[in-house]
Structure formats: structure tokens, C-alpha cells
């Protein structure tokens, strides 16, 4: 699912970013064990957090016709057709649909 795949991302991101901090030079004494740990798991509730709150506010601003981009399809009739009944179907993905173009027709 979609929240499974951005919870990798984050997971890779904070890990990456931890293992670095690890690896550099060992002036740096603050940077024990309990630091890194405690330093990936904050990195990765924050980012976490921040990320849900985002698309919660993103789909409540959407819902109210709110941060809309409009859109025009163009494409065969079929195809173009579904597409747009797909997109309006659906809200909160932030898509208006103007019009639909049967390329075709041209």
C-alpha cells in the first residue's frame, strides 16, 4: 500500500542519515549507541508524523474545494473517459476536471 511504501522511504531516509552520522569521525562524543538510536527513532516519528498530518490536511482542504489543479484530458475516447470518471470519482486526489478532448476528433 501507499503508506507501506512511504514508511520504507522514511525508514531508509533516517537510517541512511543515522549510519552516516555513525561513520564520521569519532571527535564527535556525543554520538554514542544510545544517541543514534534514540536519534533514528525521533528522526522517524517526526518524519512520520509530519508526512500523515501533511496528506491529512491536504485531503481535508481538497474535500472542501480547496488546493485544486485543473485539469484537460486528452487521449481516445475510451480511455479519456475512464480517466476523468476515475478523477472526479475520487476528491480528494485534487483534480478538477475541465474537459475531456477525444484526440481522434482532431
Known amino acids: ?3 507501506t511504501r512511504q ?6 531516509a533516517t ?4 549510519f552516516i552520522l555513525s561513520v564520521l569521525p569519532r571527535q564527535m562524543l556525543f554520538a554514542t549507541r544510545e544517541f543514534l538510536l534514540l536519534f533514528w527513532l525521533m528522526n522517524f516519528c ?3 508524523l509530519t508526512r500523515i498530518l501533511g496528506y491529512n490536511f491536504l485531503y481535508f482542504a481538497r474535500s472542501q474545494g ?7 484530458i486528452i487521449g481516445d475516447a475510451k480511455g479519456a473517459v475512464t480517466l476523468a470518471s ?4 475520487d476528491t480528494t486526489l485534487g483534480y478538477r476536471v475541465v474537459r475531456v478532448i ?4 482532431s
Open 1 to 3: 500500500s501507499r503508506w
Open 7 to 12: 514508511a520504507g522511504e522514511i525508514f531508509l
Open 15 to 18: 537510517a541512511l542519515i543515522t
Open 46 to 48: 517526526f518524519l512520520s
Open 66 to 72: 480547496r488546493n485544486l489543479r485543473h485539469v484537460v
Open 86 to 89: 476515475r478523477l472526479q470519482k
Open 102 to 105: 477525444n484526440a481522434e476528433d
